[in-house]
């Protein structure tokens, strides 16, 4: 499936190159502008700097005069409007159309004709575009018109402006996630935890240590030492963490006894 951005009438460099970051950040590249307001906004210092890494997604970029050319060979047209439209398409957030776009149940529900076992499947488009208006104006009636849906990215009752390029990320984000998206990169691995002996050797370093400093009386240790054991089984330090507790340990007996701390 074809995924395409486009911008319509767009009067600040800066979002162009936002915009091309935004989609490289989520694995799009097709991204096209309708009439501008710079003729030559893609080689404009301010859009160069804001796409920051993304110039690939602008020497792809192409300019048209007219939103019929933008949508040639997409079969699927997102509009994105905060607003309802009367007479216009459904108003959906974009992760619930697109889940009902990944599970072909569009045709059926739009139509309101077919229900239950006999509502059939639509198959999946060819192309998907998503389309953003100009950002004084937004979107015109006639462009909304003319697409399937109508995007509402779910935000604060109370004051829901966002900027274009921001809007273009978290469509891109949905999209990329309802595509199946991208795996988070692993963490730094982790040492095997210390066995059973490592840390009963640390738990009696440490309360020599404890003694040495008159945190614990021998003569009345309550719990002190069964409630750090649990504390560390919890824990599960590696051998590393290990040796890092017990060099703490030796350098308290060694503070209390007036010896330099290595």
Known sequence: MKTRFVLIHTSHAGNVGAAARAMKTMGFDDLVLVAPRWANVLRREETIQRASGALDVLERCRIVPSLDEALDGMT??????????????????????FELLSKGELQALDSRRLEGDLAQKAP?????????????????NEDVYRCHVALSIPTNPQFGSLNLA???????????????????????????????????GMLAHWQQALVEVGFLDPAAPKKLMPRLNQLFNRAQPTAEEIHILRGIAKAMARAVQGKPVD
């Open 76 to 97: 699927h047209l997102c509009a994105t409007a905060m607003t309802p439209r009367d007479f216009g398409p459904p108003t959906r957030a974009p992760r619930e159309h």
């Open 166 to 200: 921001s809007a273009v990320q978290l469509v891109a984000y949905e999209w990329r996630q309802a595509l199946g998206g991208f795996a988070v990169p692993p963490g730094a691995p982790q040492g095997e935890p210390a066995d059973a002996a490592q840390l009963a």
């Open 124 to 140: 999946p488009p060819a192309g998907i575009a998503f389309l953003f208006g100009s950002e004084r104006f937004g979107m015109a």
